[in-house]
């Protein structure tokens, strides 16, 4: 038997009650976007962390409360823990099959909103911590937890209470909030995240709804004005007509293309998943759809909203549209750069009217292919997975390790537990329960091999 033997059997003898205290944190309707249960999650993952030893404030943000906690081990050594504990609203809600904040058993699933993203992932890691405190009585190294509850919006406060609290959360290395196994079951190292700028345009052009027979020839329209306004910023072959959108954009490296290329081909995977009929810009597949997805700069209609949406007819000439707009960001764009330049574009051409309202940002970010805390991670999935982790340049996803990057200096590495169909942001959201006591083994060995680094 291995070295971690012990701890391999204490995760799967306490499965059990870990996942009775993930359902008590799924439970707590923690919807950033909504502003809902915030203070009452961030006590309990407070609460969670003291039970285990961890000295615990719950600090201002500006926003939703930071839980920060700290507890000391054997070695001067410092690993840090981001994760969120904020989740999507649980919208649609008839398309759940069982309540979205009762965690539910079915099938080696557990389902809930917030399980997977990220409220699984946070357990997993205090998991493995009383896993190592089970066998050993101490930690083998000093842990620190920052876990917010704005990451669904955009993490709006983050960085400016990361270069506050800088020398709090001193550390030598970080474990981020997520990580993910392919459809193949390969775990995978996300080295880096795109960046993100999500921005509302708005326009009014009536003070009032009017009877369109009444206004339809004479008033105008806001709808239509938002959609010129809109078509305005991509064309068909899906280039984004902002001036200078690309212009302080670095192509992928050799090396990104090297990563990717030994990746599989994940075409006909997307395709039996998401259906769609074609990918964008006529990419088949392989490393070139790969590149596409992760370190390409997009510009993406999130939601249009105006009028009437309704069942039947009503024949009306709306006052007022909106719409929802993500661009996500490679290096080295910038949110507040994208926003300055949608604004001049925008006026350009005649939209002075059309307001835009930055709703969050965050820059990209990546860590070094060859950091040696990268390997360790990398490593240290090799026993529970049978096979190392592979290196993936970027995810397509966003999140506030630049603040990590550049105001703490740390190597950012990932690892967990989602998968294909863990299905984040969607009703069902679910983790596979083999799969959280994987995490739990993995995040282990990390901590202790960390510790001898």
């Not at 400016?160 to 290395?173: K, Q």
């Not at 002075?352 to 990546?366: H, I, Q, S, W």
């Not at 863990?422 to 510790?451: G, M, W």
Request: proline share 7%; aromatic share 8%.
């Amino acid at each position: 038997m291995s070295d971690y033997s012990k701890i391999d059997n204490y995760l799967q003898d306490n499965l059990d009650k870990s996942l009775d205290e993930l359902a008590e944190l799924v439970a707590v309707p923690s919807i950033a976007a909504q502003g809902k249960g915030l203070d009452e999650s961030a006590a309990l993952v407070g609460r969670m962390l003291e039970e285990r030893g961890f000295a615990v404030e719950i600090m201002p943000s500006g926003g939703a409360p930071v839980v920060v906690a700290e507890r000391k081990g054997r070695s001067p050594k410092t690993l840090l823990f981001y994760n969120h504990y904020d989740v999507q609203p649980p919208e649609p809600l008839e398309l759940w099959d069982s309540p979205p904040f009762e965690a539910t058993k079915r099938d080696g699933l557990m389902y809930g909103r917030g399980i997977s993203d990220d409220k699984g992932h946070l357990m997993s890691r205090i998991y493995a911590l009383d896993a190592i405190l089970a066998e050993d009585g101490e930690l083998p190294c000093n842990i620190k937890f920052v876990v917010e509850g704005e990451e669904e919006i955009g993490s709006v406060n983050l960085p400016a209470f990361v270069e506050e609290h800088a020398d709090r959360l001193a550390a030598d290395a970080c474990i981020w909030e997520f990580g993910y196994l392919d459809h193949r079951e390969v775990p995978l190292q996300m080295l880096g995240l795109r960046g993100i700028c999500y921005v509302e345009l708005s326009v009014e052009r009536l003070t009032i709804d009017v009877h369109s027979g009444l206004g339809g020839s004479i008033f105008p329209n806001a709808a239509w004005r938002l959609v010129w306004a809109l078509a305005s910023l991509k064309d068909e072959n899906e280039t984004v007509l902002i001036p200078g959108f690309y212009d302080n954009v670095v192509e992928p490296s050799e090396e990104d293309w090297a990563l990717y290329r030994a990746q599989p081909d994940p075409a006909e995977e997307y395709r039996t998943r998401y259906g769609p009929s074609e990918f964008l810009g006529g990419v088949k597949g392989g490393a070139e759809l790969l590149v596409q997805e992760t370190l390409v700069p997009t510009c993406t209609i999130c939601g249009l909203t105006s009028g009437y949406q309704g069942p039947g007819s009503k024949t009306v000439l709306p006052a007022k549209a909106s719409a929802k707009i993500d661009f996500r960001l490679v290096p080295n764009q910038m949110p507040e750069e994208i926003v300055q330049k949608l604004r001049a574009h925008l006026d350009a051409h005649g939209f002075e009217d059309v307001k835009v309202t930055l709703l969050g940002g965050e820059p990209p970010g990546r860590t070094a292919t060859d950091d040696p805390f990268i390997d360790l991670v990398v490593n240290a999935a090799t026993e529970v997975y049978e096979q190392p982790q592979e290196k993936v340049p970027s995810s397509g996803g966003s999140g506030p390790n630049h603040a990590f990057l550049h105001h703490l200096k740390l190597p950012v590495a990932t690892m967990g537990m989602g998968y294909p169909a863990s299905q984040v942001h969607a009703p069902n959201e679910n983790i596979r329960i083999d799969l959280y006591v994987k995490t739990a083994r993995h995040c282990a060995r990390v901590v202790k091999e960390f510790a001898d680094m």
